[in-house]
């Protein structure tokens, strides 16, 4: 009788006073915390996620309750509740695997998609920085001024030209420039070693608070490593006088609670052209990190990035009919520039109490470009050509801070994340002028000072009614232009200022374990350049864009997964800077809608396959039928791969790349051409130390133009202009082999 009212008080005690279980997940390998873990209570149902520092509280348990407790790319963990555990909390570490498809629950994920795509970087590394955007799905990039240009993207039916419809950051650290030298959200991902990257996030559409200027199309999140499993020296050399270094040493060792490793990367490159690129740079990063009291983290990066190039430019093609120029030949090859970059960033985590956590970052750029382009050679100075240099030297300051409440609004499980910041830049010297051969600056074009501060916060709610949540949001942005003008003979800082409200609305129902529906809406912006914004008095300075999604991600079978959306997007005002030019092409209000189809399947354990396509239509609002194309957008592309990972020492896979035909110009009479590329990588491991490997880009050898534009110009033998198309040839068949050494 005695032994019957313990166990009844202990079921009363636990039911009634200790529900809640508290606990740190960390990584069996290196003892570091581990966020987003899974937590799942199978007998009542209730789950959590671990937060930064690795800790979770999980509620609605008792006594002989079983957890379950993974992370895609761990193993999963089983355990028994015992009092003890109420008590003391639990402690638990995870041991690393493979990551397998089949292992891949959704309703499991923070964010289902993005794990997704972490799926794709475990069994198909990036290797080279331009790959780095490529692992977006449905996402295409193209060069074309020598290598050291920011590439241009193409996304949902958009040419996003370097990064206007489109927010970028690496670490809490902005990517895109406002009021840029070349353009509008100008984007250079260089300075980002891809080895060094953990994870990336990305999200279609403008429907996230914590993204604001530049998110319309979507956004994509570089996190890096916090510590690396092993130091490594890498080499490779190919065709084209290719040439590929890196060096990571990790610095600590095992260390407790404390993680530093350094990178560097150098690169060369000549290119297939008849004058050689003569492209290099060199990357350093170092990243320190080390766990306080509580498990609060801290970490500390610093980078710096520099690279110089000369470049064929952009080629009409009547040239090469004319037998004047072959496809690699060029008619000003004194284009080219140097651009240097240089990041701190400070990271901070902590849990405040045990349902609120703080996150914040504070960084420093000083950034350095300088462009040479030459896109209309004898149009306009038919003596001297018409070579234009843009040029910067920019200094950004900010920061951003969030907070994250865990908390009931009656019944119902609430979690609250706001949040504010500012980011603040200081450019000297932005340049336009019309040079000759990279050394004589004839006249300028445009020439003064920008500043502009962007201020904002953000809320963002999520309530979870079991199977459905509601996540309504919203988002205030500030933001104040200044600009002198140096070709003024008076001075006079010119200045607006613009706040702007974007409301966002998202709703996910979970029909089982592994079939989601999602409804995202709402309304994002992009911002105009200073110096337009104050010569037009504040016209048209930050037009809205609306959007919404509907689709779903399901898993019907244990190594399948589909995702789909319908969607649509509607721009108050399409506009390009031409920097080229210094002045706004605004093409007024634009639609897009379109579907996005995405597979993944794990045929074996090693072999992946992934691919991702997406359908757009895309048109002018306010232009008559047939003068409504949107120049560049494209209306289909297609990317994916088959990936073999770690068979018998094995790795590598074949990558493609498909974009259709698409309008170079309004009334679709000039047409860019339409590609379909092949990439092929193989390397073999020994002893777990040192991988021999091949890499080779256009495996087909495919002729296309990389990139292209509809471009009126004027040879120096040309009585009169011509409009046609004007492209950089891309890579043909590109062979380099490589060797690493890890210990």
């Not at 199978?42 to 509280?57: D, E, L, M, P, R």
């Not at 994870?199 to 604001?212: R, S, T």
């Not at 060369?268 to 008849?274: A, N, V």
């Not at 396509?613 to 609002?621: D, K």
């Amino acid at each position: 009788m005695k032994q019957i009212t313990t166990l009844l008080f202990l079921f009363l005690f636990c039911k009634i006073n200790a529900q809640e279980v508290k606990g740190i997940v960390t990584d069996t390998d290196n003892q570091q915390p581990l966020e987003n873990v899974y937590v799942y209570n199978t007998n009542s149902a209730s789950h959590a996620h671990t937060i930064a520092n690795g800790s979770f509280v999980i509620e609605n348990n008792r006594i002989g309750d079983s957890l379950t407790i993974g992370l895609l790319g761990y193993e999963k963990f089983h355990i028994v509740l015992a009092e003890s555990d109420f008590n003391s909390g639990l402690s638990v570490t995870l041991k690393s695997k493979t990551i397998l498809l089949n292992e891949l629950v959704i309703t499991e994920q923070i964010d289902a998609l993005n794990s997704i795509s972490k799926v794709d970087l475990a069994t198909n590394p990036v290797n080279s920085s331009q790959e780095i955007l490529r692992t977006v799905p449905g996402l295409i990039i193209g060069q074309h001024a020598g290598g050291g240009k920011a590439e241009q993207i193409f996304l949902r039916g958009f040419d996003i030209d370097h990064g206007t419809d489109i927010n970028l950051s690496v670490d809490g650290i902005p990517v895109n420039m406002v009021s840029h030298a070349h353009g509008q959200g100008y984007s250079d991902l260089h300075f980002l070693i891809p080895e060094t990257i953990n994870n990336i996030n990305f999200g279609k559409g403008p429907y996230y608070a914590d993204k604001g200027d530049f998110n319309t199309a979507g956004f994509v999140e570089f996190k890096t490593k916090d510590d690396i499993d092993y130091s490594e020296i890498s080499f490779s050399y190919g065709q084209y006088n290719s040439l590929r270094t890196l060096a990571m040493f990790d610095l600590l060792g095992s260390t407790p609670n404390q993680n530093a490793y350094v990178a560097l990367e150098y690169i060369q490159f000549d290119g297939p052209y008849d004058s050689p690129q003569n492209f290099n740079r060199i990357n350093l990063f170092g990243k320190y990190s080390t766990y306080l009291k509580g498990n609060d983290k801290l970490s500390v990066t610093l980078s710096y990035f520099k690279s110089r190039w000369d470049a064929s430019g952009q080629i009409p093609q009547r040239a090469i009919d004319s037998g004047l120029i072959d496809r690699w030949g060029s008619i000003d090859d004194t284009e080219g520039g140097n651009t240097s970059r240089t990041n701190l960033n400070v990271e901070y985590t902590s849990l405040l109490s045990d349902d609120l956590q703080f996150k914040s970052n504070v960084f420093y750029s000083q950034y350095d470009f300088e462009l040479y382009s030459n896109f209309t050679f004898f149009l306009e100075d038919p003596i001297n050509g018409d070579q234009i240099k843009q040029k910067e030297v920019r200094d950004i300051f900010g920061f951003n801070t969030e907070f994250i409440k865990d908390s009931k609004l009656g019944s119902v499980d609430a979690t609250y994340t706001g949040g504010f910041g500012l980011r603040y830049d200081f450019v000297d010297d932005v340049e336009l002028s019309h040079t000759v051969n990279r050394n004589e600056t004839l006249s300028y074009m445009a020439l003064g000072d920008v500043n502009e501060t962007n201020l904002y916060a953000y809320i963002n709610a999520e309530f979870d009614f079991g199977k459905f949540i509601v996540a309504p949001a919203l988002r205030l942005d500030y933001f104040n232009f200044l600009y002198n003008d140096a070709l003024q003979m008076d001075y006079e800082t010119l200045a607006e200022t613009k706040t702007i409200v974007s409301p966002k609305l998202n709703f996910f129902f979970n029909q089982n374990q592994n079939l989601q529906w999602f409804l995202k809406t709402g309304i994002g912006f992009h911002s105009n350049d200073a110096r337009v914004i104050v010569q037009q008095q504040g016209e048209d300075i930050l037009p809205r864009a609306y959007g919404a999604d509907l689709g779903a991600i399901w898993k019907p079978f244990p190594k399948l997964v589909f995702n789909s959306a319908l969607w649509y997007l509607f721009l108050e005002q399409e506009f390009v800077y031409v920097g080229d030019a210094g002045i706004v092409e605004p093409s007024g209000k634009s639609r897009r809608y379109g579907l996005d189809l995405g597979l993944r399947y794990q045929l074996t354990d090693w072999l992946y396959f992934n691919t991702d396509a997406t359908l757009t239509h895309a048109r002018s609002v306010d232009e008559p039928s047939g003068e409504d194309y949107i120049p560049l957008a494209p209306d289909f592309t297609l990317t994916g791969g088959l990936s073999v990972n770690n068979f018998k020492g094995f790795s590598g896979g074949i990558d493609f790349r498909y974009i259709d035909d698409r309008p170079a110009n309004e009334d679709n009479s000039l047409i860019a051409e339409g590609y379909f590329i092949a990439d092929l990588s193989m390397n073999y491991e020994f002893a777990n130390n040192l991988v021999l490997g091949i890499a080779i880009e256009n495996l087909f050898d495919t002729e296309w133009n990389e990139t292209q534009f509809a471009t009126e110009s004027r040879l120096q033998n040309e009585l009169n202009p011509v409009e046609e198309i004007h492209f950089t040839p891309g890579t043909p068949f590109f062979l380099k082999a490589n060797v690493s050494y890890r210990f």
